[in-house]
């Protein structure tokens, strides 16, 4: 269970998940030592899983996303799911119901990188087929 000081630590960690243990320390008003402390234990039990980038809404919107549908040979969904794992072109993959086993959210500079990273999908060996939908436009997000 988290204490008051646990819950104020990670809450200044996903503001800034780079500050430094001294300026945690002086937010937090503890010592340097305590924090680490804290820090260590709280990535020891899990509470913490690692410290990730953000990007920027201005990287972002230059960049061209797209559903991917994919349908998988079964025997082969798991071995499928590790490479599609493996991509980092994909920004989330779900399990979903219905004609389809996957869709896959994808993200490329350009879309000439998105045909390529396409055709790298439909050519792993537990793929069927695919189908994909270019994202034109975001009309609100949340």
């Not at 269970?1 to 001294?22: F, G, P, T, W, Y």
């Not at 690692?50 to 230059?62: D, K």
């Not at 396409?118 to 975001?138: A, H, K, P, Q, W």
Request: aromatic share 4%.
């Amino acid at each position: 269970m988290l204490n008051k000081e646990d819950e104020k630590l990670l809450a200044l960690l996903q503001r800034d998940a780079r500050a430094s243990i001294s300026d945690l320390a002086r937010a937090l008003q503890l010592s340097r030592t305590t924090v680490q402390n804290r820090l260590q234990k709280l990535q020891d039990n899990g509470i913490i899983k690692g410290f990730t980038v953000e990007l920027g809404e201005s990287y972002l919107s230059n960049l061209v996303s797209a559903h991917v549908s994919i349908k998988v040979k079964q025997k082969l969904t798991a071995r499928t799911n590790v490479e599609l794992r493996q991509m980092p072109q994909i920004a989330a993959l779900y399990a979903i119901s219905g004609e389809y086993d996957l869709i896959a959210i994808v993200q490329a500079q350009t879309t000439e990188q998105l045909s390529h990273l396409l055709d790298d999908i439909g050519n792993l060996e537990g793929v069927e087929r695919t189908t994909s939908s270019v994202i034109l436009e975001t009309k609100f997000h949340r």
